[in-house]
Each structure stands twice: as C-alpha cells, then as structure tokens.
C-alpha cells in the first residue's frame, strides 16, 4: 500500500507522516517512509537548484520538472519491493506535486507516466497565509502568490480524482491527525468511528 502526503509547504506534513507511522506500526503494521526530493544524486541536484533564484522562472521549472520525473523513477523498485513485503509506504509527495509546482501540466503528466499513483493521497490543506508565515523561505517557491496558484491546482486536483482526501490542515495537530487515521482507517480495514 502506497499513501502519499502532499501539501503547500508548512502544512505539516513532517509531523503528521511522523504520527500516521507510529499509529500504524502500534497497529501491527510494518512501514517505510519515503521523500521526494530524494536524497540520491538527482535530488541533491534538485535541492541546489530550488534554492536558486530563479527556481520560478518558467525555464528552470522545466528544467526542474524533469529532475523531478527522473528523482521519482529511482523509487519505483524500492516502492514495489516494501508492498511486495507487504509494508505500507508512506511518501512525502510525489508526481502530484510536479502536476502543482512545475508547468506545463500536460507535459508534466506526459513525462511522470511511469510514476506509481499512490492508493491514497492525503492532501494537507492550508491556508496560503499561514504557510507563508510558517515557512522558512528555504525555496524560492515560498511565495504567497505562487503557493496560491499551488493550491489552487491541487484542489482541482483532489476534485477530479477519487485517491484523493482533502485535510483540513488550518485545524490544531491532534485534530489533522485523528482526520488523517479516519481517512486511513477503511483502507487497512480499521474502524473510522473509533479513532479519537
Ligand atoms: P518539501 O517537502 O517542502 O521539503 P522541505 O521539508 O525541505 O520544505 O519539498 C521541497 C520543495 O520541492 C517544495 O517547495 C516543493 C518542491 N517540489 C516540486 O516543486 N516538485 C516536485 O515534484 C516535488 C516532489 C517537490
């Protein structure tokens, strides 16, 4: 079972993936979490480059989107073979967030097609506001009016495909990650209406 967490950045989604394992792993389940950005060669290239100023301008998106595609492609046998020893992988993001951060999206989803679709996103929704006020500035895509567009896309997104479950992430921590179990719940075949 592959589950994905995708999200403006701020959103949470260090902290929530953290308490999904080990609520996971108490339930008896063996997990590996994963990170794109990966951190083999590709995605140290990637790192360098989001830091650049230009990481925005439409060439260097380009230029990202297929860094992106091929970082991804390095964790298609270590996804296969964690579900082929019956593992729950939990990813933070994946070709989702190229589908949001890098354009064209056509070409984006041309280039990502081998890419694994993931059983069950978890998308954490914030406010732009807050992850701008939240956010560090590590990248140069920590902007109010590109994360707007981010989300934007990812709301589209989530309305169009049915993987998708929409988090309230503006709630406090012990509520986003009870919302998140429920959402987990019916997929390892738990009961939503006990999780507090
Ligand atoms: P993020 O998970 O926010 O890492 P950090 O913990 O360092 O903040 O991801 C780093 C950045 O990479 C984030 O701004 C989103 C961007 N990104 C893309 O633009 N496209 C992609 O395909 C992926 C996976 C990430």
Do not use: H
């Not at 951190?39 to 290239?45: A, F, P």
């Amino acid at each position: 079972m592959y589950i994905v967490f995708e999200g403006i950045d701020g959103a949470g989604k260090t902290t929530q993936i953290q308490i999904l394992k080990e609520w996971l792993i108490e339930s008896g389940f063996e997990v590996e979490t994963i990170v794109e950005p990966t951190e083999g060669d590709v995605g140290k290239l990637i790192r360098k480059i989001l830091q650049d100023k230009k990481a925005s301008s439409d060439k260097v998106l380009k230029k990202l989107g297929l860094l992106f595609a091929a970082d991804r492609l390095e964790l298609l046998d270590k996804i296969s073979n964690f579900e082929y020893s019956n593992k729950i992988v939990i990813s933070d993001r994946s070709f989702y967030s190229s589908l949001v951060y890098q354009k064209p999206q056509e070409w984006i989803r041309e280039i990502n097609k081998f890419a694994k679709v993931p059983d069950l996103v978890l998308l954490l929704d914030l406010d732009v506001k807050k992850s701008v006020a939240r956010s560090n500035q590590s990248d140069e895509f920590e902007n109010e009016e590109f994360l707007k567009e981010v989300r934007e896309k990812y709301l589209e997104i989530a309305s169009k495909n049915l993987n998708f479950k929409v988090i309230n992430a503006n709630n406090e921590k012990n509520k986003v990650s009870s919302d998140i179990k429920k959402s987990v719940a019916s997929l390892i075949g738990a009961c939503p209406n006990q999780i507090i």
